[in-house]
T-cell receptor
Framework: EAQVTQNPRYLITVTGKKLTVTCSQN?????MSWYRQDPGLGLRQIYY???????DKGDVPEGYKVSRKEKRNFPLILESPSPNQTSLYFC??????????FGPGTRLTVT | AQRVTQPEKLLSVFKGAPVELKCNYS??????LFWYVQYSRQRLQLLLR??SRESIKGFTADLNKGETSFHLKKPFAQEEDSAMYYC????????????FGTGTRLQVFP
C-alpha cells in the first residue's frame, strides 16, 4: 500500500531533550516536506526536500533540522525542543504531480 | 509575499444547503491552487486542484485570476462533508513551497 508513515505518533518530552521524528514513504517520491499544524494558523511548512541531499527552508524553520540521506526517509530533528514547538506535525511527499500525500501526524508536547 | 487567505474559520449549514468556502491568494506568478480536506481523525488529503477542473464529491472550484480567488463550492451539502478544509498555493519557481490558508471548518447539520 502506498503510504507515508511517521513515528512516533505521540510524544511528550521536556525542554532541551533532543528528539527525532521519522518520516518514510514507499512511493519513490522525490519531494518531501514537514509541516506543523496549530489552531488558527493552519499548516505551515517547516522544511522541504527536492531530492536526496537537497533540503531548503519553509516558512517556519527555526528550531528544526532535517536530513535527506535516502530518498524514502526525511527525519525531523529538534535539537533543543521548547514549549512553543508543541504542535501537530505532518510529513508529506509528492512525485511529479503536485499532489501531496500526508502522513498520519505526530502530536508533540514539550513541557 | 505569497499568501493564502481563508476568511471564515467556521461555516455552518444545514444538509441540502449550498456551500461556498472562500479562498483568496496573493502571488504574482502562475499559481497552482489546491483544496485539501481533513476529516475527523484522518490525515489530510487532496480534494481538488485547479488545473484538473474536475468535480470531486460534488465539489468544484474555479480559479479566478482577476479576483485572485479559488472558492470551493457545492450545491447541496451532505453531513459527511463536515471536515476541515484548507486552500493551498504552490508553483513557486525553483522551490517546493506549499502555502496553506488557516482553514475553514465546515459543519453540516442534519
Amino acid at each position: 500500500e502506498a503510504q507515508v508513515t511517521q513515528n512516533p505518533r505521540y510524544l511528550i518530552t521536556v525542554t532541551g531533550k533532543k528528539l527525532t521524528v521519522t518520516c518514510s514513504q514507499n512511493m519513490n517520491h522525490e519531494y518531501m516536506s514537514w509541516y506543523r499544524q496549530d489552531p488558527g494558523l493552519g499548516l505551515r511548512q517547516i522544511y522541504y526536500s527536492m531530492n536526496v541531499e537537497v533540503t531548503d527552508k519553509g516558512d517556519v524553520p527555526e528550531g528544526y533540522k532535517v536530513s535527506r540521506k535516502e530518498k524514502r526517509n526525511f527525519p525531523l530533528i529538534l535539537e533543543s525542543p521548547s514549549p512553543n514547538q508543541t504542535s501537530l506535525y505532518f510529513c508529506g511527499s509528492r512525485g511529479s504531480s503536485y499532489e501531496q500525500y500526508f502522513g498520519p501526524g505526530t502530536r508533540l508536547t514539550v513541557t | 509575499a505569497q499568501r493564502v487567505t481563508q476568511p471564515e474559520k467556521l461555516l455552518s449549514v444545514f444538509k441540502g444547503a449550498p456551500v461556498e468556502l472562500k479562498c483568496n491568494y496573493s502571488y504574482s506568478g502562475s499559481p497552482e491552487l489546491f483544496w485539501y480536506v481533513q476529516y475527523s481523525r484522518q490525515r489530510l488529503q487532496l480534494l481538488l486542484r485547479h488545473i484538473s477542473r474536475e468535480s470531486i464529491k460534488g465539489f468544484t472550484a474555479d480559479l479566478n485570476k482577476g479576483e485572485t480567488s479559488f472558492h470551493l463550492k457545492k450545491p447541496f451539502a451532505q453531513e459527511e462533508d463536515s471536515a476541515m478544509y484548507y486552500c493551498a498555493l504552490s508553483g513557486l519557481v525553483n522551490t517546493d513551497k506549499l502555502i496553506f490558508g488557516t482553514g475553514t471548518r465546515l459543519q453540516v447539520f442534519p
